[in-house]
């Protein structure tokens, strides 16, 4: 690899995370970044991940190899023009925003169609900051590129190159089709969860009895709707015909099920699910789309002391790491007393393993 010298506008959960992953297949490359605050560098020279951090962008980017806009996407438009003057020849620049038009309208409007390559790490959390960086963030998401057409070809194989060995998946759309896909697989979910839980909450009673007796399935389906959200106005404002279009279409559907369920339409729910069904369970288990997959699985335990931590403990002699762990009080939709949360699917598969053997009724999560 030809990159020596990578920078980074804005340090959090991506930016650290590309920064991080690329510290451990680069260990010699020079990383400098740059961020509104000086705690945030400071906590990223401490981790090793970067070797020099400024509040504004200067000549410390000139002599840049890869120069990752990690900032929200209007934010990221404005900082192309402040890095122009400090561009070298050699320098590849690139984001990590879910919406592609629109930087690429600003890059075209800049001249630096030559210069520049999309990127998208279909990976996240509804953490943010540096603080919650991970490299491993990156393994086995799909990593989209756009390239624009005069970006030269070598540049496209070498970060196509350099996305494989942070772990994760390149896929190379144009910026159009990639807004249109993000739109109907990340944008308007994360605003249908972000409506259900407004929904719950608006018709909630006073001593909040619908919050208290949620259940795992509602929380799995509106888990992202705490999400950031000066990341996904930015990004609503950015995508906003393709989503807006299709959250017509599916708010016709929604429609649509509803006169079916008010007038009892007979089998039309059943076929609704049978459909649903086939193509969820159609999906890929590897790997990590924007929605990020959760390892857990379900544990019957007697109700007694010390049940919870006897089982903590036998995974812990057995060296798998807990995510989180819980008891299920509304278990409606779940099987198991108990869930438990790991951190991959490796922990996840030894963790059932071990509790079979020791007689647990364990019930992994589907």
């Known amino acids: 690899m030809n990159m020596n010298k990578f920078g980074f506008i804005s ?27 000086q705690s945030t560098l400071d906590e990223a020279l401490a981790a090793g991940a970067i070797d020099a951090g400024t509040t504004e962008i200067n000549d410390l980017f000139a002599d840049c190899d890869m120069i990752f806009l990690c900032a929200p996407v209007a934010v990221n438009n404005r900082f192309l023009e402040k890095l122009k003057p400090f561009l070298s020849e050699k320098t590849i620049i690139t984001d990590v925003g879910s919406v592609k038009g629109s930087i690429h309208e600003a890059v075209s409007r800049l001249g630096l169609d030559s210069c520049f390559i999309g990127g998208h790490p279909m990976a996240g959390s509804e953490k943010t ?21 005069m970006v030269r070809q070598e540049a496209v ?9 942070m772990g994760s998946i390149p896929m190379i759309l144009s910026c159009q089709e990639h807004d249109y896909v993000t739109a109907a ?41 705490s999400s950031s959200p000066e990341m996904w106005e930015s990004i609503c404002m950015s995508n906003t015909e393709n989503i807006a279009d299709l959250l017509d279409d599916y708010i016709l559907s929604l429609q649509t099920i509803s006169k079916a369920v008010r007038s009892k339409q007979a089998g039309f729910t059943y076929d609704l699910f049978t459909v649903s069904k086939k ?10 789309g924007p929605i990020k997959k959760i390892f857990a699985c379900y544990v019957d335990i007697p109700d007694e002391a010390g049940s919870i931590a006897s089982l903590a403990t036998l995974l812990a002699k057995a060296d798998i790491s807990i995510r989180n762990i819980g008891i299920i009080h509304n278990r409606e939709f779940e099987e198991g007393v ?3 949360e790991f951190y ?14 020791l007689h647990y009724c364990v019930y992994p999560r589907k």
Not at 20 to 31: E, G, H, W, Y
Not at 279 to 288: I, T, V, W
Not at 344 to 357: I, K, R, Y
């Open 338 to 340: 108990l869930r438990v």
């Open 185 to 225: 697989i990340s944008h308007v979910p994360h605003l249908v969860a972000a409506a259900l839980a407004n929904l719950v909450h608006d018709h909630d009673s006073a001593n909040e009895t619908m919050k208290m007796i949620a259940a795992g399935g509602f929380k799995d389906i509106t888990r992202i709707a």
């Open 129 to 149: 900051g540096f603080a919650n960086a991970n490299p491993i963030l990156l393994e086995n998401a799909y990593y989209i590129l756009t390239p624009t057409e």
């Open 11 to 37: 340090l959090g959960l991506i930016g650290g995370s590309i920064a991080l992953a690329i510290r451990q297949i680069c260990p010699d490359a020079q990383i400098i970044a740059c961020a509104r605050r």
């Open 279 to 288: 193509y969820r369970d159609s999906f890929a288990d590897l790997p990590k």
């Open 344 to 357: 991959d699917q490796t922990a996840l598969d030894e963790a059932v393993a071990l509790l079979h053997s």
């Open 157 to 165: 194989a070498e970060y196509y190159s350099l996305v494989k060995k």
